[in-house]
């Protein structure tokens, strides 16, 4: 898991609705294959934003609304109109639709006769033969950004090659107009009911990102783009970028916005912006997160364990101090521990008995009496035997420690012994490697288990919870989204087994389908990912989905008999 992130680029992206005998539909394109970012997903028109957007000289061809304004709606101190050509050039660009007016003065539709012309401006535009104010100065046109309204915000998460803090805007097709896909960066396109393209997802059928299927979820309320259109123009403001100042390992001033790891933290540990929180985590430097719990992360960082194992510490001298996950064997870590304990450690909790945070609680014990409270280990070999509990706590048992309530929560699927601990005043779940930041856990089987585990995450989402602390990262705010992009991250990953198990249309090894499941993920972690991929196919196998014959896999029709090749 890398803590370093690409800065997101500004974009745009255009939700274009017309109505139909059946509701609702929506135009999507599906992006080819050979590009970094989204490949072979399908999406909405838009893009990046490009220097020219900004051009003193699109404020003439823009209808009905001026920078002033656009920045003012988006948050910003300036600039804001470029959001709205953006979103207007990348839709003409890549679906050939112009959402604009036939003349300079007036605001007259274009129509099926300005075919053509569209058609040949749209190859000079692609050509870079004009630019968008040249096309539209020169063919006595004006962009539509009246008919434009702002409708949502979403930034990429860290860890991706590209990143994008992208505007969602929603207006009416063009009518007269006829789609059609660039066969560059797009390959095919569609108009589909928002729950439609809901339905494909869910079995494969279109892949669709996070925000995407966030924003198809909320469009499927509409029975018509008159209400939808009323709905997007008086809905509540979105949420605006909050950029937070924060101190990095070398002391430098470091500006986060929503989407980067620290920034949830960031904003909680420094309300008032002065920049003094920490966006680096630095082993054996303990943080107060919260009123009388602190974060110390030991110095075992690597691809399994990102910046190390978290190690928190709850109470005071007056409560005593309770241990959650005292990590591994390490002498510094432990003694580092002891030094953070604001009064006496009387329990040591752990989430699971992983090598990586539970093998410390012997020495830790030893040196404080301490009580040990957790699960026993499963008999694996990867499993922290010496790990023995005075205390096994019953899920949704309240355990009365170091002066708070610590609810504990059995979540298996990552380990069968896994627990979270709910501080329930603060609202702050303690995750272990059940929600880790940055990226999926392994479920390795036998132990692991994905369909415990999805159950385990769905569990979590009724509980009140503002903040996971993981076993590896920062505090992780919004923990609903962050479930919900856990649990279609796994569905898209299973439509991924059952493709490539169809595609290849005989019996594969899970090592022969690694390659094709887990294509976004580098080579050198393979061997890992091969121990997830078993965990989907065993879930697969208990749904009577697909079959097993001497270590090789095939799917089963709906009669759940073998699929062979015809």
């Known amino acids: 898991m890398q803590q370093t992130t690409v800065p997101p680029r500004p974009a745009a992206t255009v939700i274009l609705a017309r109505d139909s005998d059946h509701g609702v539909e929506v135009f999507m394109m599906k992006r080819t294959t050979e590009v970094v970012f989204a490949k072979g997903m399908h999406v909405f028109p838009g893009g990046g934003l490009d220097s020219a957007d900004y051009a003193q000289e699109m404020t003439a061809l823009c209808a009905g609304i001026d920078d002033e304004h ?63 104010a040249e096309l539209l100065l020169g ?8 008919q434009l309204v702002y409708y949502s915000h979403w930034v990429t998460q860290p860890g991706r090659p590209r990143r994008y ?64 259109m009323a709905f997007a123009r008086t809905k509540p403001p979105t949420s605006m970028m909050s950029p937070h100042l924060s101190t990095a390992r070398d002391g430098s001033i470091r500006t986060l916005i929503q989407g980067d790891y ?26 107060n997160i919260a009123p009388q719990v602190w974060r ?28 959650i996950d005292p990590g591994p064997e390490l002498t510094e870590h432990v003694n580092a521990i002891v030094q953070c304990a604001a009064g006496p450690i009387k329990w040591i909790l752990c989430t699971h008995t992983h090598r990586d945070h539970s093998p410390a609680a012997r020495q830790l014990q030893a040196l404080t009496g301490a009580q040990l409270i957790g699960m026993p280990p499963p008999p694996y070999s990867n499993q922290d035997q010496d790990f023995v509990p005075a205390l096994i706590p019953t899920h949704n048992q309240r355990l009365q420690i170091a002066g708070v309530t610590l609810r504990a929560i059995h979540t298996p699927g990552h380990a069968s012994n896994h ?24 479920i390795n089987p036998p132990d692991g288990d994905m369909s415990v585990y999805l159950d385990s995450l769905r569990m979590l989402m009724s509980e009140p919870i503002d903040y996971f ?22 569905q898209d990953r299973e439509n991924k087994v059952v493709a490539a198990l169809r595609l290849a249309g005989e019996p594969r090894s899970a090592e022969e389908l690694v390659t094709d499941v887990y294509q976004d993920t580098p080579a050198q972690r393979h061997a890992l990912a091969a121990r997830s991929l078993l965990a989907h196919l065993h879930k697969l196998r208990n749904e009577a989905r697909v079959s097993e014959h001497a270590g090789r896999w095939c799917l089963n029709d709906v009669q759940g008999h073998t699929e062979r090749t015809r």
């Open 469 to 490: 602390a993981p076993g590896h990262g920062f505090l992780i705010g919004n923990p609903l989204e962050a479930l919900e992009r856990l649990l279609l991250h796994r």
């Open 262 to 287: 620290a920034h949830a933290e960031i904003r909680k540990l420094d309300p008032s912006n002065q920049g003094i929180a920490k966006s680096d985590i630095d082993p054996g430097h303990p943080v």
């Open 296 to 323: 110390i992360t030991a110095a075992n960082p690597g691809v399994m364990t990102g910046p190390g194992t978290n190690t928190y510490l709850i109470g005071s001298a007056q409560t005593g101090v309770a241990v």
């Open 70 to 132: 656009a920045s003012s709606t988006l948050g910003v101190e300036q600039g804001g109109l470029a959001y709205w050509v953006a979103a207007i050039r990348e839709c003409f660009e890549e679906a050939g639709l112009l959402i604009g007016y036939r003349d300079a003065i007036g605001q007259r539709p274009l129509d099926a006769s300005d075919a053509p012309r569209l058609a040949m401006l749209r190859s000079h535009l692609a050509e870079k033969k004009q630019s968008f």
């Open 419 to 442: 627990l979270c601990y709910l501080h329930e005043s603060e609202k702050i779940l303690f995750t272990g490697d059940h929600v880790m930041q940055g990226s999926t856990v392994v």
């Open 165 to 228: 803090d992208t505007r969602f805007f929603v207006a009416p097709a063009p009518a007269d107009q006829i789609a059609m896909h660039d066969n560059s960066e797009t390959v095919a396109h569609l108009w589909v009911r928002p729950a439609q393209a809901l339905e494909l997802s869910q079995r494969g059928e279109l892949n669709l990102m996070f925000p995407t299927i966030k924003t198809l979820e909320s469009l499927t309320r509409f029975g018509n783009v008159k209400d939808l």
């Open 139 to 146: 063919a006595q046109l004006r962009a539509a950004t009246d």
